[in-house]
């Protein structure tokens, strides 16, 4: 299962942070973009390589490692939420073409259990020329019944990139399970897998609004 759990030490450290009520409007942007940059080096790890040659400034040779995918990433973001996240990636990515895709989402309320799917429209996207040496990664904090990023990767599929990079930083089991579903092939990248939706659609335990907190 191409599923990466970044629940290291330091990662929890900034989840609570985010999920604490207490978190100001600030600190919460900041801390999105702490985990961002934390993501983008994760991802660096997974990009295609080359073993080269150097000369040091003493005159020796000495093997290292060119990293050529970074020349070869798209980093597409989930507009509001995603955009601190995107500062981190890019932080990590400084190469990366950047696309946005900007959706609208209709509130659902069910008496028992959770919403199965929410409406979704994509009113607007801006995305670069993807062609098959690109790395795609496209960027939403918060995966709740995976709607909109469902919609997300219908677009980018048929571009045909190298590979495509979810990054969130919660997903729901349900989330999940739907994304691996209908593309099992696609890394995710995430903090942490929570078990539960309410009846509005939200992530429980979560963090609220990851927007709304970041944004007002």
Not at 172 to 199: A, C, F, M, Q, W
Request: hydrophobic share 45%; aromatic share 6%; proline share 6%.
């Amino acid at each position: 299962m191409p599923l990466f759990v970044l629940s290291k030490p330091i990662t929890l450290h900034f989840l609570t942070q985010l999920r604490s009520k207490n978190t100001d409007q600030i600190t919460f942007r900041k801390t999105l973009v702490r985990l961002g940059r934390i993501i983008g080096y994760e991802i660096l790890n997974m990009l295609d390589y080359n073993i080269i040659e150097v000369e040091t400034p003493l005159g020796v040779k000495a093997k290292g490692v060119y990293i050529y995918d970074l020349e070869n990433i798209v980093i597409i973001s989930i507009l509001r939420a995603a955009t601190p996240l995107v500062e981190g990636l890019l932080k990590a990515l400084p190469t990366a073409r950047l696309g946005v895709i900007a959706a609208s989402r209709k509130e659902t309320q069910v008496n028992l259990g959770y919403p199965r799917e929410m409406e979704v429209e994509i009113f607007y996207n801006k995305i670069p020329e993807i062609n098959i040496k690109d790395n795609v990664i496209i960027a939403d904090p918060m995966i709740a019944t995976a709607s909109t990023m469902l919609k997300a990767l219908n677009i980018i599929k048929d571009k045909k990139p190298k590979r495509i990079f979810i990054v969130s930083i919660i997903i729901s089991e349900y989330g999940l399970k739907r994304i691996l579903e209908s593309y099992p092939d696609v890394n995710i990248i995430t903090v942490s897998i929570d078990p539960e939706l309410d009846n509005r659609g939200y992530i429980l335990p979560g963090l609220g609004d990851a927007g709304d907190r970041a944004f007002g």
